[in-house]
């Protein structure tokens, strides 16, 4: 039985610009992969610079968060937790909180003076771990640590006879101070919302339907 992943719900969850139809291009687009995957038994995972970052600093970014905020003790969480429609491994789960923590690339695309959590895809993520993990509130940190020496050499490699104020350009979006933590995390509290749980249980029943009939031609 198809079940979706927590960090694939916000996708599913695109309204439709068609009326009459539930699902939109993007959901039957994602669908439509997944059934390629299961008639073709393979398995692909996207992967950028981005997601390379964030799973390379993770361990960095919940440091950071537990130094910044007042939360206790914070570790990385191992367990995976599944129910009949979804599946997925909050990031940080202790008996106190929940968090999912998401690394900047840069200066540029850390959200310092957002005021509200403005991504939908992680707003319907952290919903879905509040469901899984039958908790009540959430919080999605975003930080700004460090990248990885290799990625700044690789982003570096990619410009056309640099001149040193370029290369300093590039190191200056991605290496901080260490007396500017306080200031590289933003947090938006996620409150658990049982009418939106509910809409995803009705919109994953119409995802089913769907992919079945891919995978039935």
């Keep these: 039985m198809l079940k979706i992943r927590a960090s694939q719900v916000g996708k599913i969850m695109t309204s439709s610009r068609s009326k009459g139809d539930v699902l ?5 687009s994602y669908l ?5 995957e299961e008639l073709l038994g393979v398995r692909t995972e996207f992967s950028s610079k981005y997601t390379d970052k964030g799973n390379i600093v993770e361990d960095d970014a919940i440091a950071l968060v537990e130094k910044v905020n007042d939360m206790g003790f914070l570790y990385k969480n191992e367990e995976h937790f599944s129910n009949d ?3 997925g491994t909050p990031d940080v789960l202790t008996d106190d909180v929940l968090i999912d923590v998401k690394s900047s690339w840069n200066v540029d695309t850390f959200p310092m003076f957002d005021k509200e959590l403005k991504n939908k895809d992680y707003y319907y993520q952290l919903q879905t771990y509040l469901w899984l993990t039958d908790s009540k509130v959430s919080y999605l940190c975003y930080c700004l640590v460090d990248t990885p020496k290799f990625i700044i050499k690789a982003e570096v490699r990619k410009l056309h006879k640099p001149r040193y104020s ?3 350009a590039i190191i200056l979006k991605h290496k901080f101070n260490s007396d500017t933590e306080d200031r590289r995390v933003k947090s938006f509290q ?3 919302d049982d009418e939106v749980i509910e809409q995803i249980k009705e919109r994953i029943e119409v ?6 009939n891919l995978i039935n031609g």
């Design 24 to 28: 939109s291009k993007t959901a039957k």
């Design 32 to 36: 439509e992969q997944l059934a390629k």
């Design 85 to 87: 429609y979804v599946t």
């Design 166 to 168: 370029d290369i300093k």
């Design 190 to 192: 996620v409150v658990r």
């Design 207 to 212: 995802c089913r339907e769907y992919y079945n």
